[in-house]
Structure formats: C-alpha cells, structure tokens
C-alpha cells in the first residue's frame, strides 16, 4: 500500500522540549499538508507545500513551528520549546496538482506533560 | 468564527434506512466541498466531494447534495450500514485548483443501530 505515513504515531514529551514528526506523502502527490486535530474539533489546516515550496501559513503556526519538505518528498513538521497547547493529533495529507481530494495519513498524537 | 459548521454533534440511524448528515458555510468564497469519514485512531478517509457548479454527486450509497443559495450541503447513504458508524467530517474549499488548506467542521458522530 502507497499511502500517506506519518511517523512517529505517538510522541510524550516534556513542557520545553523540541519535537520532530515526519510525513511521507503518496508518491505522485505534488501536494503535501500538515493540519491539526484537537479534542472535538475538526482538522485545522498550519500548512502546505507544493512540491519543496512552502506557499501557504495558517496564523495557527507560530515562530515555534517550522515545517519543511526539503526535496519535494518527505516532509518535517518541528515544534520547539513545546507547550502542554501544543498537546493535539497532527495530520499529514496530499494531493495531486490539480485534484481538490486530498489523502491523509493516520496522523501522530503529540502528548506535552 | 467557524466558517464550516455541523451542528448535529451525533446522529444515531437504523440500520438499513437513510442516514442524512447536514453542513452549512457561510464564506461565498467556498467552491469545493468534501465529505470525510474517520474512524477512532485513524486518519480522515476521502468519501465524496462536489463542486459548486453542480448540485448532487452520486457514488453508491453515498450522495452529496449542494443548495448553493442557502449554503447548505448533506451526505445522504442509503442503506446505512454498522460499518459506516463513525465521524462523518464536511470540508470545503477557497480555490478550485485545491490549493488551499481545507476548512472542516467539527464533525457529525454516526452511530447505526442494529
């Protein structure tokens, strides 16, 4: 099966440490994007790549986000100084260039003590 | 401000009848709408989708309805099946290139009785 993995699935760490996920989106797919699901809430968009080109920023991603797709394959999503808000599932999901549907991956649940 | 909105957090259908799933949006902008299924420990699965030059989309049991004038769209899936139980998320759209992040709601909870 090709589709969208994250790794890793959960991550527990402490108030203050710096966190990295990373996404592996299916391999046609242009289009990668990284949203973020509370308790409750449906998924929030923080960003999108298309190819290695960041074109898009929610407000949601603060100077304490960074993402990257550094060969227009795989990318990272870092948090650094991590607050307990931070705590929430992050999605990944991509697309083909000119397709609206895009397919997520089964995301990675960031638990901040 | 929530720009996509369910307001059905559950939704609780016999199994075998028609389970209807509604959504509204207030941005105009909003040209693409998708609905997405997601189980527990899961990430969303793409069901169906419709632009908004159409008014209804059919794929099997699942049919999206579009009434632009109102802002309102629904997920009819007939018949209703135990494994379609879960949340049920509607997600639209800004470009019609889908270059944009989606905008979801908060999700409607389906559960089918047997």
């Known amino acids: 099966d090709t589709g969208v993995s994250q790794n890793p699935r959960h991550k527990i760490t402490k108030r203050g440490q710096n966190v990295t996920f990373r996404c592996d989106p299916i391999s046609e797919h242009n289009r990668l994007y990284w949203y973020r699901q509370t308790l409750g809430q449906g998924p929030e968009f923080l960003t999108y790549?298309?190819?290695?080109?960041?074109?898009?920023k929610s407000r949601l991603l603060s100077d304490r986000f960074s993402a990257e797709r550094p060969k227009g394959s795989f990318s990272t999503l870092e948090i650094q100084r991590t607050e307990q808000g931070d705590s929430a599932m992050y999605l990944c999901?991509?697309?083909?260039?000119?397709?609206?549907?895009?397919?997520f991956g089964p995301g990675t649940r960031l638990t901040v003590l | 401000d929530q720009q996509v909105k369910q307001n059905s957090p559950s939704l609780s259908v016999q199994e075998g009848r028609i389970s209807i799933l509604n959504c509204d949006y207030t941005n105009s902008m909003f040209d693409y709408f998708l609905w997405y299924k997601k189980y527990p420990a899961e990430g969303p699965t793409f069901l169906i989708s419709?632009?908004?030059?159409?008014d209804k989309n059919e794929d099997g049991r699942f049919t999206v309805f579009l009434n632009k004038s109102a802002k309102h769209l629904s997920l009819h899936i007939v018949p209703s099946q135990p494994g379609d139980s879960a949340v049920y998320f509607c997600?639209?759209?800004?470009?019609?290139?889908?270059?944009?992040?989606?905008?979801f709601g908060k999700g409607t909870h389906l559960i089918i009785q047997p």
């Open positions: 997600a639209a759209s800004r470009s019609g290139g889908g270059a944009d992040g989606l905008t």
């Open positions: 790549f298309q190819n290695e080109a960041q074109l898009e």
């Open positions: 419709i632009s908004s030059i159409k």
């Open positions: 999901a991509s697309s083909r260039l000119t397709w609206n549907e895009q397919f």
